[in-house]
C-alpha cells in the first residue's frame, strides 16, 4: 500500500503563482504514473495534470501555466501553478496508477486527502 499526502495549497490573488507538492509512503511509487486532480465546489472531478516516464499532458486549460515534475529519490510529484485565475479554484488531489491512461481517464489506484487552492479576483 502506499499513502499520498499533498501540501502546498492556500489563498492567493488571481495572477500569483503556487506549487502543490505530494509525497509518497509506503510502497515505491517510481513505476507509476502519477498527476493531479481537482475538484471545485458543485463540480465533478477534473484532470489537471500527469507524468509518466516518456511524457507529461496537461488539461488545456492550463497548458503553459503549470509544469509538473517528479523526484524519484523523494518519492514527490510536484505540479508548479503560475498566472493563477480565479477559475482554478479547486481542492487538488495528488493521484497514482500504474496505467497513465487508465489514471489520465480517472481511474487510480492511489489518491490523497486533497489540498485546496483559492485564487481571489
Known amino acids: 500500500q502506499a499513502q499520498l499526502v499533498e501540501s502546498g495549497g492556500g489563498l492567493v490573488q488571481a495572477g500569483d503563482s503556487l506549487r502543490l507538492s505530494c509525497r509518497s509512503s509506503g510502497r515505491s511509487l517510481n513505476r507509476y504514473a502519477m498527476g493531479w486532480f481537482r475538484q471545485a465546489p458543485g463540480k465533478e472531478r477534473e484532470f489537471v495534470a500527469s507524468?509518466?516516464?516518456?511524457?507529461?499532458y496537461y488539461v488545456e486549460s492550463v497548458q503553459g501555466r503549470f509544469t509538473i515534475s517528479r523526484d524519484p529519490a523523494k518519492n514527490t510529484v510536484s505540479l508548479q501553478m503560475n498566472t493563477l485565475k480565479p477559475e482554478d479554484t479547486a481542492v487538488y488531489y495528488c493521484v497514482a496508477d500504474l496505467g497513465h491512461e487508465r489514471l489520465r481517464g480517472g481511474m487510480y489506484d492511489y489518491w490523497g486527502q486533497g489540498t485546496q487552492v483559492t485564487v481571489s479576483s
Open positions: 507524468i509518466g516516464w516518456r511524457a507529461a
